[in-house]
């Protein structure tokens, strides 16, 4: 009998009991809660009568309408407003711990969890949000819910789940330089499509992977949605015991030692099979920059726009042609030659501590471009902004002509005051390209933050490694 | 949940693949606390040609005559043909309620993306995958023929069209049981509490550090 991959593993550590239709009811043990998917949840725990099944499995966080400008004055749009508050009163009545707007701990969710220790190697862990992939990084089995199963998980620390199917990335040798994380799970997406994961849960793994950080594992399980995956992991190694010692919510001393010996099993075994296993040259992967309404629709800096003409299959000729025209874009275009209008540094893709001195080390000494209108960066939580300003990363982009705000997710979806006008062009480290994503007929470029930078300091994308 | 037995209803084509959830119902209107009034807001940047916000009176605005939603041969529709990943993108539950409260009971596609699959059943709305084939023909079909209706039915997972000929599909039993009985799934779950705190007793001694 074949061994068993990491998902494999996972799931069954946590099947409660098998439905015998297909399906089978899995413990959740985290769930993080923001202000935007979970009010009706609430509300439906209410009105059945049902408590919170374990309190301390819940956490939560306001992050995608809150201000990223002085936030003494609370939020302005009284609609964000009551959606804030609403979260602060329910988990006031229900127990629930919360990082309220002022607390320095407060960020958005993706980033939290894993700064906080509450993100756990073999943990399932569970939110309102597609990006929860990110917490897979961790050898830990993490997906985006819809707001009935934030009620489902609330009520009975569970959900009904079918097995997905299992496909290994692998991004074999190295990376050159100036390619990261984002411009890896960039290419992979490029190359299995939107859609490619459909259905399947990814481990990515190979020598790249393997090399890169734990900011920059999150960055790709992050983005596993992007690719259709609902959940995407990565396999437990030294890298990720040591980020996780010593945080809040980590194993205490105690059982410090016990918890690292059964993490050390969260590897696929080595005659696992996988469904599927997709293959990258890592040494051919360049600087992304994505050109139209998908995050499949991506090319290297050096390319050009494409040509919906060259494409055989009559929908995706039609959807390229669809995305040009919203994103103003001439086909056989050199995307060097594309000028922006604003720049974006953060999201729960592209926020952290790594994501940030990544960017300074192209702003510093340099100034933002004449034709940027904006060049942002925001942090992923109060804790990311205040090392960054110990290390004196604040000053760097403010000299340069960068704006520095407040944590939370911004300009990625554009649900607080931060946005795209009509037409305006966003060289932005985020996840999403999607027709209005950063604010009705904005155009979004997702890159990674070295390249949101250059972008920045030039007035339109360049190579990064030309710096 | 509303149970989901059988419908026979107008079709209305949406002629592009990756149709994502933002496209669907833009984040503006993801500020509600509320579950219902979604509809008006459905497609909402595609719908109208000024910019949609919480609160509008929605009749007073300007409506895209270009959409395809809008044209007087689709209203009433109550079944949506969609090309491959409808449904891709972001979580948010929304989605699925702002179609369900358009009027829209029955999705076909060649694909959908898995968390707005789990969160439109949840809803009663049933999406049926069909091979790529199949579903260009029906473009072709609503395309030609104004009035253009199809009768499913759950429970014999079959499509009927106007000339009487059947599409076969499939469904996960499970998904089947609960749509046809409009089932609550946490009602469901809470009978098995016992083996849940079981399974919790039995973890805490195997990894007490997640407790």
Known sequence: MAGKTLY????????????????????????????????????????????????????????????????SKGIKDPVSRIQVETLD????????????????RQGIVHVIGPEQGATLPGMTVVCGDSHTSTHGAFGALAHG????????????????????????VSVDGKVGTGVTAKDIVL????????????????????????????EGRMTVCNMAIEAGARAGMVAVDDKTIEYVKGRPYSPKAGQWEAAVAAWRDLHSDGDA??????????????????????????????????????????????????????????????ITEISIDKVFIGSCTNSRIEDIRAAAVIARGRKVAD????????PGSGLIKQQAEQEGLDKIFIEAGFEWREPGCSMCLAMNADRLEPGERCASTSNRNFEGRQGQGGRTHLVSPAMAAAAAVSGHFVDVRDF | MEKFTQLKAIVAPMDRPNVDTDAIIPKQFLKSIKRSGFGPNLFDE???????????????????????????RYQGAQILIARENFGCGSSREHAPWALLDYGFRVII????????????FKNGILLIKLDAELVEQLFKDVEANTGYQLDVNLATGTITKPDGSVIRFEIDEFRKHRLLNGLDDIGLTLQHADEIKAYEEKRKQQAPWLF
């Open chain 1, 273 to 334: 099979e996988f469904d599927t296993v997709v293959r990258l040259d890592a040494s051919t992967i360049q600087p992304q920059v994505t050109w139209g309404t998908s995050p499949e629709m991506v090319v290297a800096v050096g390319d050009k726009v494409p040509n919906p003409a060259e494409e055989g299959d009559a929908v995706k000729s039609d959807g390229m042609q669809r995305a040009l025209a919203y994103m103003g874009l001439e086909a056989n275009t050199p």
């Open chain 1, 187 to 214: 290419a992979i997406i490029g190359r299995i499509g939107t859609a490619g994961g459909t259905g399947y849960a990814i481990e990515f793994g190979g020598e790249a992977i393997r090399n890169l950080s734990m």
């Open chain 2, 109 to 120: 596609a060649p694909s959908f993306a898995d968390i707005f699959y789990n969160n439109s």
């Open chain 1, 89 to 104: 009163s329910n988990c006031t009545e229900f127990g629930i711990t919360e990082f309220r707007m002022t607390d320095i």
């Open chain 1, 371 to 378: 034709n940027i209108k904006l060049a942002m960066v925001v």
């Open chain 2, 46 to 72: 595609w719908r109208y040609l000024d910019h949609g916000e919480p609160g509008m009176d929605n009749s007073q605005r300007q409506i895209n005559p270009d959409f395809i939603l809008n044209q007087p």
């Open chain 1, 8 to 71: 494999d593993k996972l799931w069954d550590a946590h099947v409660v009991r098998d439905n015998g239709d297909g399906t089978a009811l899995l413990y959740i043990d985290r769930h993080l809660v923001h202000e935007v998917t979970s009010p009706q949840a609430f509300e439906g725990l209410r009105l059945a009568g049902r408590k919170p099944w374990r309190v301390d499995a819940n956490l939560a966080v306001p992050d995608h309408n809150v201000p990223t400008t002085d936030r």
């Open chain 1, 145 to 168: 819910i819809g707001t009935s199963e934030v009620e489902h998980v609330l009520a009975s620390e569970c959900l009904v789940q079918k097995k997905s199917r299992t496909m290994l």
